[in-house]
Structures are given as C-alpha cells and as structure tokens.
C-alpha cells in the first residue's frame, strides 16, 4: 500500500502544475445563463440564479416551444444548453441531438449508436438514461450498453469510445458521467445481476482507462489505505472490503454505482453513493456486506478512497445508497462547515462534514419510515452510526420464504434518484419523495452470470393511514434534519427539482404536471400538464435575454415501468407494477421535451 501511496502522490503533485481541461466547464457553470452539467453545479445542488421568472410573475408561464424526441420509455435527466446550443438526449437506444436555439430549434446534429437489443431485457428499471455531460468542446454519453463516447460538440462525430463494462453478465448503464479535470468518472448498473460495482476513470483527451475502483473486494481492488481511509473517523484496516463477507459472495457483490457524483476542487475528492448488495436475500450473505451502502469520498486523481460511511449495514431491503450528494458551506454551532447532505433510499436524510466525513445528522424524512428506530450517534458507543433495526421489519430475522409485510418505506425508497435542489437563499433542501410501503418475501436463488439474481418478491403500496397518496414534495433543514413543510401528491415524485434566485422551486408529477411553488411555505404559484409523465429533471436556461424553463416528459423509470414496458403481472418491476397500476389512468407513454417562457 506504501507504493500505491507514493506513486498517487506522484501523480497529484504533476496535476497540480498544468491546466484541465474542465477549466472550460466550470467557466460555463459560473455564467448562469446556462445549464452546463446535469446537477446544476459540482455541488450537485440544482439551484439557478436567474430570476427573471419570479414567485410573483410564475403563474403566467406559458409553452414556448417543444420538441418531440422520436422515442418512448422513460425520459430521465435533462437537456444542457451550452451557448446558443442544447444538447437533448433520450432512453434506449440514447439518441442525443444538438439544438440551434438561436434558429428556431433546428437539428444541428443527431447521433444514434447502434445497440444490440439484447441489452433492454438486462436493464433492471426501464431503458433510461440521466444525461450526456459537456466539458472541453466534448459531449459525453455513457450508453446503455456502458460503451463511454466522446463527441465533438459542435459536429457529433465520435472522437473516441471505451468500453466500461459487459451486457453479457449483467452490466449495463442508466447514469450520466462526472468530467472532472481531466478524466471522465463513470459508474455501472446491474445490482439485480449480482454485478460487483465499480467507479472507473478515462482520460478526457484519449479515453485511456486510469484507474478502477470496486465497491468491494481485496484493498487493491477498492483503493484504500487501511491505515487512512477512515470510516467514522477510525481507519477501515486490511481487508475492509472483504471480511464482513462469507467466502468470495463479495465477487458478486452489488454495491453498484448508478447514481450521481459531485465533487469539492479544493479538497480534490469527488462523493458518490453505492448501492445494494446482492442478492436482495440477506441470508445468502451474512454479515455487514463492506461496502455496499456507502456514501464514498475519494481523490480525484488516483480514486484512492479518504473516507467511507456505510449507511445500511448487511441491507435487507434493497435500500440502495446511490442518490447524490449535495454540498454546501453552513454554520453549525457558529462555525461555518463544508457539509455533504444525502437523501437516502433508506428513509434516513444525513448530513456530514464532507471533509472529515464526521456524521453530524441522521433523521427520517419521511414519518412513516418504520424499518429503524433511528441511528445511534454517540461517538463512543459500539454500534455509532448504525440504524437500529425493528425485529418486526427485518427480513432477516423473519427468515426466507416469510412474507414480512407493512414495511416502509418500499424498495424504491424514500427517495431514489430523483435528484432534490438546495436554495443557499433559504437554506433549504426540496425533496422529491416516495411515500409507498411494501412486503417483501426473500427466498433462495442461485448466481448464472447474467441472468437476475435478485431473490426476493415484492408488493408495494400507499402508506397507510396518511393521505392516500404515494408521494410528498417537501423542504428539508438539513442542520436540524426536520421538515419544514409538505405538499402530497397522488404518485411518487419522480422528478428533480430545480431552485431558483426567483424564490421558486419547480418540479414534475407522474401524471404529467409541471409545477412550481413557492421557496418559503410551499403555496402552489403554476401547474401545467404536459404530454406524459414527467420522471426528468427540471433546468433553466437563458437566451437572447429570456429566461427558459424545460422539461422532458416521458413516463417510465421504476415507478412507471408497467406502463413504459407493458407489463400487468402486480409482482413484476421488482413490485412497481401492482403499486402503480393506477398511473395508467392519468397519462400515457410519450417523449417529449417542453420549453416554458413568460410572455413577451
């Protein structure tokens, strides 16, 4: 581990004297007439300074132009818009167009890459994809198939591909990319596949591989120095990635890396989130499952890992730990912090010092979670930082073939992907929520590379005795970890939320509803229902001296996968069908993008 030591050092100390290549990026997302990263900012917070489209003049929006994307499935993600150009992309097959906004929206270019079908059927949760990036005039896709392209911006040829992984057991992409100085930083889908997740970097220039870092397996392979990588504030030691497993399970493993990344330059670390361990039947791997679960801090240049927090040890719910990231600069107790906050699947929203990885807050953000009593924070105790899990909600200690029931909240979580905005104007967090529950059997299942290892049948529902919906939109203080105000909705929330300087946050509803309210109480101010339902993220942009506001609609993901893949049986979709089956009522499939403007 020494020589790995010395020759990242090396390697950081040479970086520190040349210019990146995404000086240019972080120029496009300082000018904020722009939408030049799907996140909004490296600081993954969503929040725009334009305020032109005001809480006081919202409610006369109106459609200022659309376009259709040619394909349907669930649109995830958002359009960038990079000077007079947008750059829309779309699920299975990933199509991606550049847009001439100062020319009526013309088709400067369409790339379409050609893949193999086979690939949908390996695909988890629908066929979606959550963005290209921008940075250094090269639009970059991560397929479906995790082939990495690099296009030139302005012409869409290709300028080099890598290959990041392989469909044929398992391995597939549903996530956008993190360009980061020189290197482009992507994850792997296939959880359900008993796929071992990892994070990889390629050169911005070249596409050559850098460095690889699995979820878990032998310290080589997870990029720790047991002696400094730190979880809780203790070293991890030798064999952290292995010794809380049975025999080689970890090979198989999960903790794959679907989610969002955000990064901090002056620390030089990028933050991300791993996801479940496979298989969903917990009692075919004992144990804490190292390092599954886990909000992950590691240094940009050589991925070598300063600071791990396991969320959910030896998961039994598939609460997977993968949405992003958020990060801020607050005061706690006088003293300005550099603070990480993380809305997790598990029902838990916790708040982190993102440079020492301190656990400052971990509080339900959903009343209904039942899965825990809570997590224990006391520094000296021998079970800090670990949920306490209720006996009558553990799939666990319930045993395989029993159907444990009334668990909250469901698989898909309090919250998965649909990434939530920070306004630094409120000090406030908007957080697109699930309020659904479930019953889970787990039962035993064999590994065939590539075909689903997951173990367990679901069914999901509202939370009982509530509102009668499946979602929340809520604003969340993240010192205090307590909701400050909550608007149901009928259907999960699948949408990212945008915050705006104009004291608005936006977000979409399943049933097509783009919606936005006030920053401060909540109060309705525009509703408009657009062709489909709305799974996208919401961006803002400005041209020619008019603010625009877009969002993809395009019903799909997880919780729309019975009507974006046809399937009626309630248990198929990992339990999502029978859950959702009354979606069918409000919308219907679609793919489009819609551009919203007030009057002129």
Known sequence: ?????LLTSGIALCAASVAYANDDLIAQMDNSEQWAIQTGDYKNQRYSELDQINAGNVGDLQVAWTFSTGVLRGHEGSPLVIGDTMYVHTPFPNIVYALDLANEGKIIWKYEPKQDPDVIPVMCCDTVNRGVAYADGKIFLHQADTKVVALDANTGDVLW???NGDPAIGETNTATVLPVKDKIIVGISGGEFGVRGSVTAYNMNTGEREWRAYSMGPDSDILVNPETTTHLGKPVGPDSGTNTWEGDQWMIGGGTTWGWYSADMDENLFYYGTGN???????QRPGDNRWSMTIMARDIDTGEAKWFYQMTPHDEWDYDGINEMILTEQDIDGEERKLLTHFDRNGLAYTMDRVSGELLVAEKFDPVV?????VDMDPNSETYGRPAVVAQYS??????????????????GTKDQQPASYSPKTEMFYVPTNHVCMDYEPFRVSYTAGQPYVGATLAMYPAPDSHGGMGNFIAWDNINGEIKWSIPEKFSVWSGALAT????VFYGTLEGHLKAVHADTGEELYRFKTPSGIIGNVMTYEHDGRQYVGILSGVGGWAGIGLAAGLTNPNDGLGAVGGYAALSDYTALGGQLTVFALPN
């Open 370 to 374: 039942n899965w825990t009593t809570g």
């Open 1 to 5: 581990m020494r020589k790995l030591s």
């Open 395 to 412: 799939t666990e200690q319930n045993g395989e073939d029993v159907n444990s029931t009334g668990i909250c909240p469901a698989a898909l």
């Open 501 to 504: 300087a104009g004291d608005i």
């Open 277 to 283: 361990p496979s298989t969903w039947n917990p009692a």
């Open 161 to 163: 591909d890598a290959q």
